[in-house]
C-alpha cells in the first residue's frame, strides 16, 4: 500500500512570514496526527484528527498554528507568522484499527 | 501521565560488537511500546513493538527487545552492529487518545 504523504520536503522561509504543509494519509485511516519535531528531541504531537473533526489540539499553538482536515482525507498545516523557533520536521501520521504509519516529514527551517 | 525516558543522549560501538539502547517509560495500564530508527532527512521506520505476549520482541534489521514491567523498561538489543545502523533511535508508548509519547532520541554512532 502507499504510504503517507507529505509535501513538501523542505521549506525555508523567513520569520514572521506564513507557510503550509500538506499530508495524505493511507486510504482508510481515519485518523491523522500531525507531529514536532524539533532537532535533538522526539516527536511531539500537536493535533489529531478522526474523520474530520479535532480530537485533540491540546498542544497545538493556536495563535500562529492551524490545521483542517476538510474532506477526512488529506490534511494542511500552516503557521502565520513563522517564528525562528517553529524551525523543526513536521511529521503527518495516519492509523486504523491495525497499523501507524509516519510520512517522512517536511523539515522547517525559518531564518 | 504518560512519558518515555531514553537515559542515553548518544552511543558509540563498534562494527561487530553488541549494543543495547535504554529505554524506561511511564505508563498506568499496559504498555503498548515501540522502537523507531530514523535516518538523516529520512521518516520514522519502525523497527518492532510490543502489545502483549512474550516479552521478547523480534524486529527488523536483527534487533530485539524486552519488555520487563518490574523496572518499567523495554531496552533494545542488536548482538552485532554493522555500519548501516549508524541513526537516530526512538523509544515510544502509545498512551491515551491513541497518540504517541516519544522518548529524546539516542543517537548511535558506528566506527569500523
Known amino acids: 500500500e502507499a504510504g503517507v504523504a507529505q509535501s513538501p520536503r523542505y521549506k525555508i522561509i523567513e520569520k514572521r512570514q506564513s507557510v503550509a504543509f500538506w499530508c495524505n494519509p493511507i486510504?482508510?485511516?481515519?485518523?491523522l496526527y500531525w507531529y514536532q519535531q524539533i532537532l535533538g528531541q522526539g516527536p511531539k504531537l500537536l493535533i489529531q484528527?478522526?474523520?474530520?473533526?479535532?480530537?485533540?489540539d491540546s498542544q497545538l499553538p493556536k495563535d500562529r498554528f492551524s490545521a483542517e482536515r476538510l474532506k477526512g482525507v488529506d490534511s494542511t498545516l500552516k503557521i502565520q507568522p513563522a517564528k525562528l523557533e517553529d524551525s523543526a520536521v513536521y511529521l503527518c501520521a495516519s492509523s486504523n484499527r491495525v497499523g501507524y504509519t509516519f510520512g517522512s516529514g517536511t523539515r522547517l527551517t525559518v531564518v | 501521565a504518560q512519558s518515555v525516558t531514553q537515559p542515553d543522549i548518544h552511543i558509540t560501538v563498534s562494527e561487530g560488537a553488541s549494543l543495547e539502547l535504554r529505554c524506561n517509560y511511564s505508563?498506568?495500564?499496559?504498555?503498548?511500546l515501540f522502537w523507531y530508527v530514523q535516518s538523516p532527512g529520512q521518516g520514522l521506520q519502525l523497527l518492532l513493538k510490543?502489545?502483549?505476549?512474550?516479552?521478547l520482541v523480534q524486529g527488523i534489521k536483527g534487533f530485539e527487545a524486552e519488555f520487563k514491567r518490574s523496572q518499567s523498561s523495554f531496552n533494545l538489543r542488536k548482538p552485532s552492529v554493522h555500519w548501516s545502523d549508524a541513526a537516530e533511535y526512538f523509544c515510544?508508548?502509545?498512551?491515551?487518545?491513541?497518540?504517541?509519547?516519544f522518548g529524546t532520541g539516542t543517537s548511535l554512532t558506528v566506527i569500523p
Open positions: 486510504s482508510g485511516h481515519a485518523t
Open positions: 515510544a508508548v502509545l498512551g491515551t487518545g491513541n497518540q504517541f509519547y
Open positions: 505508563y498506568g495500564a499496559t504498555p503498548y
Open positions: 484528527f478522526q474523520n474530520n473533526g479535532v480530537v485533540d
Open positions: 510490543y502489545f502483549s505476549g512474550d516479552t
